[in-house]
């Protein structure tokens, strides 16, 4: 039952432009989200998150909103570089610390 | 400060072998993850501890155990390996509150 879902495999970008990645969830439990960030051969890194207090939060060029009515939520990236491309992981958790992450998002940034 | 250290990095197993999956973590985190991650699937948690000595089951369990050695180890047993099994499994650790987890850098298992 796949509670997280990124329904888009890949998405290709230009450098300096907007990379749009977003995320549904069906779990109404789930208070936390975050995006990680993975390069080949490496563990997945941990992006930004936010809670579900909020419907916004900033970190540099990464910001991540959440929908709570829609159960959506997207991360933008302005402006995108090509150190960028990667594979994007969202993840919802729950108040036990429960993570279920979606199937990711390949991300390439073109020059 | 080595942060989520796994070992072994590859393995070739025949079916039917069994083995351990090593990892430790040096941040004082209390919980502590294994997933594994297949093409098309992202990351699946087959395992989690939320704190020493507890141990739960994700959503995909069957065919591993695990065991919580002590706060720093968590490990992950393949008790009769089969193909299907065939993956790169991460270890994560947390502390629950915070919510972030940190990965290790994989373990790249084949089963033939």
């Known amino acids: 039952d796949q509670q997280v879902k990124q329904n888009s495999p890949s998405l290709s970008v230009q450098e300096g432009r907007i990379s749009i990645l977003n995320c549904d969830y069906t779990?109404?439990?789930?208070?936390?989200f975050l995006w990680y960030k993975k390069y080949p051969a490496e563990g997945p890194t941990f992006l930004i998150s936010?809670?579900?207090?909020?419907d916004k939060n900033e970190d540099g060029r990464f910001t991540v909103f959440l929908n709570k009515s829609a159960k959506h939520l997207s991360l933008h990236i302005v402006p995108s570089q090509p150190g960028d491309s990667a594979v994007y992981f969202c993840?919802?958790?729950?108040?036990?610390?429960?993570?279920?992450f979606g199937a990711g998002t390949q991300v390439v940034v073109t020059p | 400060n080595a942060g989520v250290t796994q070992t072994p990095k590859f393995q070739v197993l025949k079916t039917g072998q069994s083995m351990t999956l090593q990892c430790a973590q040096d941040?004082?985190?209390?919980?502590m993850y294994w997933y594994r991650q297949d093409p098309g699937m992202g990351l699946r948690l087959i395992y989690y501890s939320a704190s020493e000595g507890t141990t739960d089951k994700g959503e995909v369990p069957n065919g591993y155990n695990v065991s919580r050695l002590n706060k720093r180890e968590f490990s992950l047993r393949l008790e009769s390996a089969a193909p299907s099994q065939t993956s790169v499994y991460f270890c994560a650790s947390s502390e629950v509150r915070v919510h972030e987890q940190y990965f290790g850098p994989g373990t790249r298992l084949t089963v033939t």
């Open positions: 779990n109404s439990m789930f208070d936390y």
């Open positions: 993840a919802a958790s729950d108040s036990w610390g429960k993570f279920q």
């Open positions: 936010i809670s579900s207090i909020k």
């Open positions: 941040m004082n985190h209390n919980s």
